[in-house]
């Protein structure tokens, strides 16, 4: 197992980056690339003691800053980071990559270098968000395509099913569409298409679901338009974060009330856990024909370890052989 | 101030909304015209002492419910409480009404009957949500437009606007459009063009703003499409109460953790009271010829008493005039 990591991606770049390549390195048997500024990372492995021979660097002449267009950058600069990784998937090199950079950088490059699998017409990234239930749910899409066809929503449970079965382990696993009502007739013409699509399919299909059923743990799989995706992820991180702020404050009111902080904390550290996206194992970017997982932007080492092991298991069982099939079988 | 009272719309009507009534008779020198079904509301008031005489009973024949299609069932049930408000208002017998029913019903019965006001072309919810900042944001559109075009969200803008420095009493409140990054380049085609057309107005336009932002208090009001912004509204409601849960069910783990929990109780119930949607006063549709309130459909008493208060507000402060004003003098 080879894998390439995007040093130079995330806001903790290339420290925690790389961090996370040898925390991976001792844990498990892969082997990795770390791609970026040859000198930075050469000083960066410096600071460890064993450094697991299966760690090797890669050069990148330069990397996509957050603030760029990725289409643009992606164009213009043939040594970013995050295309060599694409480029060392496509010439065999790696069977997988990983980033925590540039999100729209990383769709692009995976696009055109990596080409989509047959019968997918737009990649889509699925997140699996913490629940009230058993597993989590995985929304799909949460910000590559904005442009959204009945046609992608379709392909985005089919692959979110594969994503499922295969990775988290459910058998059929139930698809909802994002909607704002449950009722069949609710939403835009291209929901309603959509609807008609899965409902020929042979996945589990439950119908409209609604923004509170992500969370709840109502059904497995929930897909969406990219930009509504992407603005219900940012709106929960969010919310976490602010909850956690104003009780604090209120915590922090009365000596008792501090005392019980102080005796809750176990529940709280647990509770913080449970909600920790760097336990999530990063996002797959599901339909380019190669293996990207897109890390978040502020990972620490332990998300950026949990993102190559996840990305391992992309290549383990084969999720874009097995996205192929379900798209074949499906167009029966 | 005469306010008529959708008693037949809610998950706990009629006995919370008649109850919400009546604290706001006692509380308030409004006349609350109670609409729905009269034996049913005459046999609620009788459950409470001394009834202001404030409040009246005007007989509707039937309602809305939740599960019917809005469009449809105004059509048929000319007779529906929700049809009657908008009714009374038209007829000058009451200056407002307040609904916690079927939101598409109260937005398909106010558009027909009272009509929109001369140069808005899509009413709009507004709803104002709790931040860390020191006043709320206000979201608008939450759901009763999903076929937005630039204007509407230029017209979204306008009105909040209005409604912040009325209501909310902030001067030159700032606008961001709901997007997927802070770039103008960002997002789909309608945004882009809401951008130009906000870039020209007089508003404090502060460009796009992300799914994190509403929350944190960085911009005063949000717009975005409704079907974005129903999504929004219903994730955000779902997380805080999936976190309480989860923290519940962590603070039970050991002895000291729930002494912890009885302890800080009052931080619980503090920050509790900080996000409770009935403390809000409901959510104004906008750009009707008239005044609505839409309340959370599972409004208790005191949301009722809270929306009927702002309903009342925006009588008082003749929002609507100043509306149809800022449309003109940003047309010029």
Known sequence: MRIAVDAMGGDHAPQQIVEGAVLAAREYDYR??????????????EKYKDVPSSITIHH???FVR???????????????SVSICADLIKEGVVDAMVTAGHTGAAVVACTLKLRLLEGVERPGIAIALPTLGENPTILIDVGANIDTKPTHLYQYALMGDVYFRYILRKNRPSVGILNIGEEETKGTEYIKEAHQ????????????????DIFNGKVDIVVCDG????????????????????????LKRSPLTMLGALLAKPAFDALKREIDYSEYGGAPLLGVDGNCIIS??????????????RAAEFVK?????????????NAE
């Open 32 to 45: 990795i690339v770390l791609v970026g500024d040859q000198n930075l990372l050469r000083s960066e492995l």
């Open 60 to 62: 990148a002449g330069s």
């Open 66 to 80: 957050m603030d760029e267009s990725a289409a643009i950058s992606i164009r213009k600069k043939k040594d970013a």
């Open 197 to 212: 699509l899965l409902n020929k399919s042979r996945l589990h299909f439950v119908g409209n679901v609604e923004g509170r």
């Open 227 to 250: 930009f509504v995706g992407n603005v219900v992820l940012k709106v929960s991180e969010s919310i976490a974060g602010v909850i956690g702020k104003l009780l604090k404050a209120e």
């Open 296 to 309: 978040h932007g502020s990972s620490n080492a332990k998300a950026i370890k949990n993102a190559i092991r």
């Open 317 to 329: 069982y084969e999720i874009n052989q097995h996205i192929l099939e379900a798209i074949r079988l």
